[in-house]
């Protein structure tokens, strides 16, 4: 993390994550131990030759720079050199590591880490142009409650998802044996599955891996598509009941020769279908934001 305040004496910061690599310099795990040093906007500059380094140079100081055309090694030499305490560098791409070789970690004495271009902007926006800052790694904790979340969500969804179509399927059966008196009746349908109808199954699978590997890029959206329209159904299918138990909005659609508006919905189900479509067009849309 890096601790972020402002020189202007405003006691209150704000945290970031950074991504860095402990085999160039080991971060304090406590703030309080860390040293809050001035940040130096150097973002102009790539820091790969002398001929970058500032003439005063940056002595106690964390310099900010661009990623790109040099090796992180480097930047972060020229840091050193100049006086730096460590090294923070801006990046636009993904995240990853900073890395180097065994000698170059003993030659490296100072914490280098990269920063989000995304990041950067909020802090020279929130902040301002003169901040002073701190680099620290905190422990991770034993038990990450996020993964608790979402595996209750996981397999809440499922177990709830499994007991509200066993109740429903109940239900329906009951419903038949009531209406039906022969026992030839009271059976279920059963499908009969081929040995052709395995094979066509097999086969699609496989030409579906196929395509998976071989043109991922472009098939991507369509499993995407898939995805999408699965899920405004199934929300569809779960918020159904509940919005047929309110009690307003109950008007119908005019008498049309239209697919599926012949048979005069209700406007309220029409609401809900667009409003399910709509929350799966936005997922897809914002799928990749951090934000979201």
Not at 84 to 105: D, F, H
Not at 137 to 161: C, R
Not at 171 to 187: A, F, N
Not at 256 to 278: D, E, T, V
Request: net charge positive.
């Amino acid at each position: 993390m890096v601790h972020v305040l402002s020189e202007s004496g405003t006691p209150r910061g704000k945290d970031y994550c950074i991504l860095y690599n402990p085999q160039w310099a080991h971060l304090p795990q406590d703030l309080s131990k860390a040293s809050l040093l001035q940040l130096r906007n150097w973002t102009a500059s790539l820091l790969c030759s002398p001929s970058d380094l500032p003439a005063s140079g940056f002595s106690n100081q964390i310099p900010l720079v661009a990623r790109g055309n040099c090796t992180f090694y480097e930047k972060v030499r020229l840091a050193q050199s100049s006086g730096a305490r460590g090294l923070l560098i801006v990046s636009k791409e993904k995240l990853v590591p900073p890395g180097g070789n065994k000698t170059q970690y003993e030659e490296i004495g100072i914490p280098v880490a990269l920063l989000s271009h995304r990041d950067m902007l909020d802090i020279f926006r929130s902040f301002g142009q003169a901040v002073r800052v701190a680099l620290y790694a905190p422990s991770e904790p034993v038990l990450d409650y996020n993964m608790v979340i979402i595996f209750i969500m996981a397999v809440g969804t499922v177990a709830v998802g499994g007991y509200w179509a066993g109740s429903r399927d109940v239900k329906k059966r009951s419903m038949k044996h009531k209406r039906d008196d022969g026992p030839e009746k009271q059976e279920d349908e059963a499908v009969d599955v081929t040995p052709v109808m395995i094979c066509v199954f097999v086969v699609l699978c496989c030409c579906m891996l196929v395509l998976l590997y071989h043109f991922y890029d472009h098939l991507v959206y369509a499993i995407i598509g898939i995805f999408c329209l699965a899920s405004s159904t199934g929300l569809y299918s779960c918020l159904a009941p509940c919005v047929r138990r309110l009690p307003f909005c109950r008007c119908r659609v005019p008498d049309n020769s239209l697919p599926y508006f012949h048979k005069r919905p209700q406007a309220r189900m029409l609401l809900l279908a667009l409003f399910c479509i709509a929350v799966s067009v936005v997922w897809g849309v914002f799928r990749n934001e951090d934000q979201y």
